[in-house]
């Protein structure tokens, strides 16, 4: 398997940055994993804060504890402003993802044709 192909694949499925360090580049493999924990993070917070909110709300017996009314209110809750900062996150996440990826790939392209 050439470098470019398991470090691409490394930063794919493992986690964005990862494929840097298969290929001995370890500043822009910690930006791409710091970068992707922070959004991750973000994302966490988000669906834990709304998920306290939900069990809040059936413990204080705002609304019934059935599956289907709890479905229904994190939809209402996902579908509520304020949500701005989940998007920007998640967008985030994606695309460092896909940039780390492709990072990879070139830096492994050009590791494989120096070692021809």
Do not use: C
């Amino acid at each position: 398997m050439t470098n470019a192909a398991k470090a691409a694949l490394w930063s794919i499925f493992v986690i964005p940055g990862s494929g840097h360090f298969v290929l001995k580049k370890p500043i822009p493999g910690t930006v791409f994993i710091g970068l992707s924990i922070a959004a991750l993070t973000v994302i966490v917070i988000k669906a834990v804060e709304r998920a306290n909110q939900i069990v809040d709300k059936v413990l204080n017996g705002e609304i019934a504890l059935d599956p289907l009314v709890i479905a229904e209110q994190v939809s209402m809750q996902s579908a509520q402003t304020g949500s701005n900062l989940l998007n920007i996150a998640t967008y985030l996440l994606i695309a460092v993802w896909i940039l780390a990826a492709i990072d990879a790939y070139r830096l492994g392209r050009i590791k494989d044709k120096d070692l021809l």
